[in-house]
């Protein structure tokens, strides 16, 4: 489905939908007018409101003139926030749409609902997906209620720009299947928004343009709860008379030089559907004018061996047209599309029926291509001869600028292999895509780096000079791209992550060299197992007699004669040498960490097997937990009881995270997993670092897998730490940025939830190039302007551009006293 990935923002919240292309029906005041109907911003008095209390048969509307043709695939609302002093927002609301401002289409779900659920409060958001997406220039938002009252939006649209110009298909109507031995399958196009007039559609765009492209077997769909056949739009050879065809016309939006047509059908012959025996397509310059006596004929070849449905290539021949008619002949029974693209060769312009991909654009700095003017179109063809002899040429010219390129890239890459194999304080080649696109970066010492790449895609490590794989392909080659020592030396022995720090500080140890005490075991009484690795447990404990064992400067709060919870990291006993001697240098690590923002190492058992550790824990858990179920305050959680954070304990929090970076820093620790879920909270909201997260089930959908295991967060990752494996203080930083903005959100969601882990990695790649195609997170709504900046300092995508936890705690102090 390529409109999983069309979800960019359209311009509401970065102003690049002006204020002139935003309307009402109607608004209370001068400030509550549609240009402050926009996503995450406070200007006016926060919102567009209609004027009035909003009655049930009201049909007020917000309207947006994206300016032209766009792909619409989300919706994003929230109420009327006004920096706490407004509580109304629209908890329902329906979509009406034009192509041209004149006739206007109601938006409906693939089960026939026009109602979308809205929001629950005035602050949060909430991002709806569009199924079927929508093909518009305008767009409607009209709040429905139930009763009287008054309602406020703010908005922002998803999607992108519809490069394709196609506006209208026309088409028989589809026809039902009754296969002896399976369900009823119908074939009708469900979601099409023009006209059914005399078994024909006109006048509209349908399941041909939704992206959706349907599977081989045609009784499968891709949607859930639909009827069999739903994909398809197919049609019964006898049911059309003795004609043998199905005939189609586009209408586009413009003039175009079309070079090709592509036309996705299923071929399960086994029972009577095959791709189209052949086409014929007519041509017509102006809506006005007559077809072209001359056709483009094209014969396809027939495959009874393989029943999988496939695009089949049309060529156009570069025919100059504003409408196209093709009749597709049947080579069997049953012939069934499910999706249509047009290449057309203006400007280069790559056009495609159902979705543009626009793989690696910025969700917060979409740039609107520049708009096609119809008078650059160009003229039809004078003659054939010279633009045949142009081609030839430009082809052979082609032709050898790609063997040149391809013998001077297998030279530089022979090169490239006998090279040392040393980097330190050299420069690194960093190969994304090809020998061709080639990125020189300054690394650091070679025992920073994991590479994450097999060489040349293909199996083997690579050494940390070279990788020539795309950033997809580094996760999805069958090779692992961590050695097994490497997975344990990220993640702990425990399942929770390891500090990196200086190799002088993890020489072999010994007993003497561990200044903890030793606690009586038999004084930990299990309470929960928290999470496990694979060679050690974490677990929830209550120490007895802990405080007085600990003495005088003990670490611990007041617990008021309650008990003492504590954390456990136990080892395994059928753990190997290795790991056993890593559980000690862990042990050896958190000794040396003390700061009031920091979980502490309070004691030992070491003396007999299994070693455990145990560091302290608070009762009020992690914060992601902590707050995910908590609203900002106001009124309304005041009186219904409802938890709540304000704004002041949220800039608390941040400041207490960036103190204990700071510490860390200062001695060349890197945490490497910093996020919420390792961050523990006492009754006090005091905040801890802890290294937790990553062993506990509740998270795992956290951390990229490899191998069926979750070793990598990689939403919180720098892209130098998953492109090269590097941690430093500095992806430290990047991390603190994203646990900002989980702080500023409420937990409420997983940060890039949008995005697939699979597109999370690809737009790795696009930081690394740094094109200005690099989807960023969002700014929160509670979150102040200033606060944002500072995020996105944090994921600079130069090293030495972003903050110091230094600067950070500096920079963020201030707001707690404000």
Known sequence: MFSAHCRYALGMEDGRIKDDDITASSHWYETTGPQYARLNREEGDGAWCPEGQLEPSDSQYLQVDLGRLTFLTVVGTQGRYARNSGNEFARAYRLNYSRDGLLWKSWRNRLGNAVMEGNKNAYASVINDLHPPIITRYIRLIPVTRVSTTVCMRVELYGCPWEDGLISYSSPEGQPMNPPGYPIASFNDSTYDGAHERRRLFGGMGQLTDGVIGLDDFLQTRQYHVWPGYDYLGWRNDS????????????????????????????????????????????????????????????????????????????????????????????????????ISFQSGNKSTHTHVGYHYLK??????????????PSTSEPPDDGNTPILIGCLVTIILLLVIIIFLILWCQYVCKVLE??????????????????????????????????????????????????QCTPHQCFHSNAPHYAETDIVRLQGVTGSNMYAVPALTVDSLTRKDISAAEFPRQHLIFREKLGEGQFGEVHLCEAEGLPEFLGEGSPLPDRDGRSVLVAVKQLRADATSQARNDFLKEIKIMSRLNDPNIIRLLCVCVSSDPLCMVTEYMENGDLNMFLSQREIESTLTHA???????????????????????????????????????????????????????????????????????????????????????????????????????????????????????????????????????????????????????????????????????????????????
């Open 240 to 339: 059309l008379g003795t004609q043998g065809y199905v005939e189609m016309e586009f209408v586009f939006d413009r003039r175009r030089n079309f070079t090709s047509m592509k036309v996705h059908s299923n071929n399960m012959f086994s029972r009577g559907v095959k791709i189209f025996s052949s086409v014929s397509c007519w041509f017509k310059p102006r809506l006005i004018a007559g077809w072209e006596v001359e056709s483009v004929a094209f014969k396809t070849v027939l495959d009874d061996r393989n029943p999988s449905a496939r695009y089949v290539t049309v060529p156009l021949n570069r025919r100059t047209a504003k409408s196209i008619r093709c009749r597709f002949y049947f080579a069997d029974i049953w012939m069934m599309f499910s999706e």
């Open 360 to 373: 690696s654009t910025s969700l917060t700095s979409v740039p609107y291509p520049p708009a096609a003017n």
């Open 418 to 467: 006998k090279a040392p194999r040393r980097i330190l304080d050299e420069e690194v080649t960093v190969r994304l895509s090809s020998c061709s696109d080639t990125i020189i970066l300054q690394t650091p010492p070679v025992k920073h780096l994991f590479l994450l790449c097999p060489t040349a895609c293909g199996g083997g490590y690579a050494e940390p000079d070279v990788t």
């Open 640 to 818: 219904n009881n409802i938890p709540s954070v304000s704004l002041s304990d949220l800039l608390h929090m941040s400041v207490q995270i960036s103190s204990g970076m700071k510490y860390l820093a200062s001695l060349n620790f890197v945490h490497r997993d910093l996020a919420t879920r390792n961050c523990l909270l006492d009754r006090r909201l005091t905040i801890k670092i802890a290294d937790f997260g990553m062993s506990r089930n509740l998270y795992s959908s956290d951390y990229y897998r490899i191998q069926g295991r979750a070793v990598l967060p990689i939403r919180w990752m720098a892209w130098e730490s998953i492109l090269l494996g590097k941690f430093t203080t500095a992806s430290d930083v990047w991390a603190f940025g994203v646990t900002l903005w989980e702080i500023f959100t409420l937990c409420k969601e997983q940060p890039y939830s949008l995005l697939s882990d699979e597109q999370v990695i690809e737009n790795t790649g696009e930081f690394f190039r740094n094109q200005g195609r690099q989807i960023f997170l969002y700014g929160p709504p509670l979150c102040p302007p200033s606060l944002f900046e500072l995020m996105m300092r944090c994921w600079s995508r130069d090293l030495a551009d972003r903050p110091t936890f230094e600067g950070l705690y500096q920079a963020l102090r201030p707001h707690v006293n404000q």
